[in-house]
């Protein structure tokens, strides 16, 4: 399976209990954004770079899009992966 390795992001995270579509096509963006909080990098630079948004041309949408991209992040590496393992073992059966 091919995954885009930069795709475009929505402002708001779909939100679920499990993992979506939306959660499948941003792997790589989670994990980008994961990275760069552990390396301690401005999360206005990740914004632009990772999630394509001018934090100076609009602060607040800018800062809504990181804050609700990490909160997802950290939810698909405490929970979420979990969920992933599981349908893999299922898969498996």
């Known amino acids: 399976m091919s995954r ?3 795709p475009e992001v929505a402002d708001e995270v779909p939100w679920s209990d499990k993992i979506t579509p939306y959660d ?9 954004v994961l ?3 552990r390396d301690g990098a ?3 630079e990740v914004a ?6 001018d934090p100076v041309a609009e602060p607040e949408r800018t800062y809504r899009c990181w804050e ?7 939810w698909m ?9 599981r349908n893999e073992r299922d898969s498996l059966q």
């Open 48 to 53: 632009r770079i990772v999630l394509h948004r």
């Open 4 to 6: 885009n390795l930069d």
């Open 77 to 85: 590496t405490h929970t979420g992966y979990r969920r992933i393992l």
């Open 42 to 44: 401005d999360w206005q």
């Open 68 to 74: 609700a991209h990490l909160k997802r992040a950290h």
């Open 24 to 32: 499948e096509s941003h792997y790589v963006t989670y994990m980008r």
């Open 35 to 37: 990275d760069a909080e």
